[in-house]
T-cell receptor
């Protein structure tokens, strides 16, 4: 059964700093998704990564996928307060036509 | 393009009562999902529909939860009878047919259920 882990689960970082959130998964998958959830709100799609080596960037966020290592990273550059949210990765289990969500990383960017 | 619609947005009921949630997915999306999200946790898939059929309902507590998807479009999720531990946000999401290349999901605003 596909399992998805994220670390860290909680992250407090200062504005202007860089940091990386990691998403590990347990079985072969070529597709991975990143979502953002603001407090009290629903989930919003950030990135869709559909192949090994895929890299996507939007503003201060960059996501990458290494299917051989079963690892995706979400890199934050020069963090700003507006990036404070919970970030979820979700991995596609092609064998079962399912997507499994990780536990989420709660990010707080402080001045 | 209209997003995923859900109603009601908030619901407060007493334990042992019943409740129903409604979801209207994005037009043309073949796959519909219901998730339960307890405060501080990630979304937990309750049921996944592909058109009219159920793809996965392994985590749906079938003794009290039921769901249907009408004509492959709208869906309802029902809880009867509710328990205190059912207090959560119920999220509906939809995605295109996987033949289009991905399972990118679009989420509705959610229904916040409080069971007292």
């Amino acid at each position: 059964e596909l399992k998805v882990e994220q670390n860290p689960l909680f992250l407090s970082m200062q504005e202007g700093k860089n940091y990386t959130i990691y998403c590990n998964y347990s079985t072969t998958s070529d597709r991975l998704y990143w979502y953002r959830q603001d407090p009290g709100k629903s989930l919003e799609s950030l990135f869709v990564l559909l192949s090994n080596g895929a890299v996507k960037q939007e503003g201060r966020l960059m996501a990458s996928l290494d299917t051989k290592a079963r690892l995706s990273t979400l890199h934050i550059t020069a963090a700003v307060h507006d990036l404070s949210a919970t970030y979820f990765c979700a991995v596609e289990d092609a064998s079962y036509d399912k997507v499994i969500f990780g536990p989420g990383t709660s990010l707080s960017v402080i001045p | 393009e209209a997003g995923v619609a859900q109603s009601p947005r908030y619901k407060i009921i007493e334990k042992r009562q019943s409740v129903a949630f409604w979801c209207n997915p994005i037009s043309g999306h073949a796959t519909l999902y219901w998730y339960q999200q307890i405060l501080g946790q990630g979304p937990k898939l309750l049921i996944q529909f592909q058109n009219n059929g159920v793809v996965d309902d392994s985590q749906l507590p079938k003794d009290r939860f039921s769901a249907e998807r009408l004509k492959g479009v709208d869906s309802t999720l029902k809880i009867q009878p509710a328990k205190l531990e059912d207090s959560a946000v119920y999220l509906c999401a939809s995605s295109l047919d996987p033949g289009f290349g991905s399972y990118e999901q679009y989420f509705g605003p959610g229904t916040r259920l409080t069971v007292t």
